[in-house]
């Protein structure tokens, strides 16, 4: 789409939002950016595109009809639902919607391999950067993962390689995005306050395959109920990955093995501790980033070199430190309880276990019926901290603590480890509400841990 000289509106001042605005501004588009709050911080939003005041209008409160005459297309930011009042008033318009997503792979280079998935994302996405960086010369990793796709598109040329986490809220306002390599990881109960049911869930997450065509190729996870079922629809060329079945073509474990298996022909790759990475989750995000780099090519030794070298992504059950013989861990991207369940898995000691934080419509469930024997006390925090106790006192775990503050949780946590436990911050839930986002959670609780005194 020529966008020289075209009015654009770009919905959301976040990060994203500051992406689209300068990629569109570069190609020579008049953008307006809005927000619909009327208080944000407007000295930030002129900082960041500061180069670029003459070509762009901030707008905030409630939009105006006459704002909206003459424009060409809306660019939403992945935090802005599609059934918000502001995307109504756009399909109402008529305005074509594209999210930053969708923009950046308009005017990007060179091959995309994408990334979606309930968990381990961020884990496969970072390990498979890692293999394309050991492989070639230019790569990026953006999306979801915390760098916008959008800015670095001016930077790519036909030789780059392009590994994308891409969100459930990404997907929603594609068109024409075709990764030559994606990959679904699991699909489990997450983000149901936005999407509002699981098929709608499921159905937005296999988006990232909707454009592909035989040519390309689409890594599922064989265990998982949703992913089987799309493999039956989808266009791409389907590899699965198991972590429980012994596949007659695919990746599959078996044992502490990791195979590969081609028309019934087995090759076996990998021993599991060989890798630093823990848990049953990590061997499967490490089946799907082999699978995706098998896929476009790289060969199986240097595939194998990487992996083998790679350490945990921050705040995925991250060895933090040893306190007086307490092992600590950092598991704040445990924002759903299947994530969360993960974690608790991963851990072979007795744990104490952080968790609670925003409600995003979860059930809890499923996480307590996992500790397993393994925790000692759940101490909970945040606005879920009732429903979480309440769930964990039906299914008959009653050594709860209900803490006031982030400060109190981990007092208590010292107060009551003994050398051989483990401390666990796993929360199942959203950061928000306490923290701005599961990073400065993660991080206040490395701080508190570091300065812990021996």
């Known amino acids: 789409m020529e966008l020289t000289d075209k009015n654009v509106i770009v919905i ?55 704002q909206l005459e003459n424009i060409m297309l809306a660019v939403f930011s992945p935090g802005v639902p599609m059934d918000s009042q502001i995307a109504m008033i756009i399909k109402a318009s008529g305005i074509r919607i594209w999210g930053e997503i969708e923009l950046a792979y308009q005017y990007a280079q060179g091959n995309l391999l994408a990334i979606t998935g309930t968990n381990g994302k961020t884990t496969t996405t970072s390990l498979l950067g890692q293999i394309m960086r050991d492989n070639t010369s230019q790569v990026f990793v953006v999306g979801n993962i915390g760098n916008p796709y959008t800015q670095e598109v001016d930077a790519m040329t036909n030789d780059s390689v392009t590994v994308a986490e891409i969100s459930s809220f990404q997907l929603e306002t594609i ?6 390599v994606s990959a679904v990881l699991n699909i489990t109960p997450d983000h149901l306050n936005r999407h509002h049911t699981m098929d709608e869930y499921a159905r937005v997450k296999f988006e990232i395959a909707r454009n592909q065509t035989k040519t390309d190729f689409c890594v599922l996870n064989y265990e998982d109920t949703y992913c089987r079922d799309f493999s039956k629809q989808c266009k791409a060329n389907v590899i699965f990955f198991s972590s429980k079945q012994k596949l007659q073509d695919g990746f599959y474990l078996d044992g502490d093995i990791i195979c590969r298996c081609v028309q019934g022909v087995r090759t076996t790759l990998l021993n599991i501790h060989d890798m630093n990475l823990l848990g049953i989750h990590n061997v499967e995000n490490v089946m799907a980033a082999i699978a995706m780099a098998d896929a476009y090519g790289v060969p199986m030794e240097q595939i194998l070199n990487t992996v ?43 744990t104490i276990l952080i968790g609670g934080g925003y409600d995003k419509q979860s059930e809890y469930d499923e996480w307590i019926q996992a500790f397993d024997g393994k925790v000692k006390y759940l101490v909970l925090i945040g606005q879920t901290r ?50 701005p986002n599961y990073e400065v959670r993660g991080n206040m609780f490395k701080e508190y841990v570091n300065q812990i005194k021996e």
């Open 175 to 180: 068109d024409t995005f075709k990764p030559m």
């Open 386 to 435: 009732e429903k979480i106790a309440k769930c964990a006192n039906m299914h008959g775990f009653t050594n709860v603590i209900l803490a006031d503050s982030f400060q109190e949780a981990m007092d208590f946590c010292v107060e009551k480890a003994v050398s051989g436990d483990a401390v666990l911050l796993s929360p199942a839930c959203a950061s928000w509400g306490m923290f």
């Open 12 to 66: 959301g001042t976040g990060i994203s939002g500051i992406g689209a605005a300068k990629l569109l501004i570069s190609k020579g588009a008049n953008v307006i950016l809005y927000d619909e709050r009327e208080e944000i911080a407007t000295e930030r939003i002129f900082e960041e595109l500061s180069e670029y005041t003459a070509r762009f209008t901030l707008v905030t409160g409630k939009i105006k009809e006459n």
């Open 308 to 350: 083998r070298h790679f350490k945990a992504v921050e705040h995925r059950i991250e060895f933090v430190a040893t306190k007086r013989g307490v092992d600590y861990y950092n598991d704040s991207k445990g924002t759903n309880p299947d994530a969360a369940i993960r974690g608790i898995r991963a851990m072979r000691k007795p």
